[in-house]
């Protein structure tokens, strides 16, 4: 057996698929979980400043509302909705809809939508509140 | 061999010359990651609503303090922060088992992330509970 282990197929890798809705769909799940992990040191530096008082929390502030800091915050508003919707999928395939490719990529294009309108309403109602629009 | 059929029938032959057995732990981290999953939908809904009027009314430290100073703020907020924290764990996990082929490469990297997700839990609970009490 190991003799032939040179000579196993091996499966394509990445380079080599053609990019379908349903891959990009996975991937950026993923992907988007992995940027949603590391979004939460910003929810724990707020909430850590804002109980070690308002020196800090004024810190924390600052670069909340600064470019880089909004265009963070901005990503990451994507990002949750992305994960919410996309989430709300797998959820629905684990209880037996949308398993077929057509529903499925039909699905895809749903929340590429939803998630888009999502992020951009709340973007727009958040300047809009706060005077800045 | 507890069971009987552990010994010979439905085993693969590479399963017995592994003799790993079973990892007695089945469906438990798939069912958990649903199951937080699920929670984080009306949760994640409510964070994002929160930081909104939040930073609507300016996000000041009095605002923020006021904000936390509701009972009910602060048991959301610590709902909210378990419940993403657990499904940030689950979720890191099977990205690790799945892109790290080194044994010892692997088991540290789960060990390093689950202890900070873990110090990042106390650490923002805490907060909440100090900016709450």
Not at chain 1, 22 to 51: F, K, N, P, Q, Y
Not at chain 2, 89 to 101: F, K, P, R, S, T
């Amino acid at each position: 057996m190991s003799t032939n282990q040179a000579n196993r197929p091996l499966s394509p890798h990445i380079q080599v698929w053609k990019w379908t809705l349903t891959m990009a769909m996975s991937i950026l799940h993923r992907v988007s979980g992995i940027a949603l992990a590391l979004g939460l040191l910003m929810i724990v530096w707020m909430v850590v400043a804002a109980a070690s008082g308002q020196e800090s929390y004024e810190t924390f502030l600052w670069f909340a509302t600064s470019l880089f800091g909004q265009l963070l915050l901005f990503g990451w508003t994507g990002a949750v909705y992305y994960h919410l919707c996309s989430g709300i999928r797998h959820l629905l395939m684990d209880a037996g809809y949308l398993m077929t490719i057509p529903q499925a990529e039909k699905a895809g294009k749903v929340i590429f939508i939803v998630s888009i309108a999502m992020t951009l309403a709340t973007w727009g109602v958040l300047k809009l509140s706060s005077g800045e629009m | 061999m507890a069971n009987k059929w552990e010994a010979t029938a439905f085993k693969s032959p590479m399963s017995r010359v592994g003799g790993l057995g079973s990892a007695h732990s089945g469906v438990h981290h798939w069912l958990h990651q649903k199951i937080t999953a699920l929670a984080n939908i009306p949760l994640v809904l409510w964070a994002i609503w929160s930081v909104m009027t939040l930073a609507a009314a300016g996000a000041s430290y009095d605002i923020v303090r006021g904000f936390f100073a509701q009972p009910i703020n602060g048991i959301l907020m610590i709902l909210f922060l378990l419940s993403v924290f657990y499904h940030a764990a689950l979720g890191l996990q099977v990205v690790i088992e799945d892109y790290m082929h080194s044994e010892k490469m692997k088991m540290l990297s789960l060990i390093a992330v689950k202890l900070c997700l873990f110090a990042l839990t106390v650490a923002s609970v805490f907060s909440v509970l100090k900016l709450s009490l």
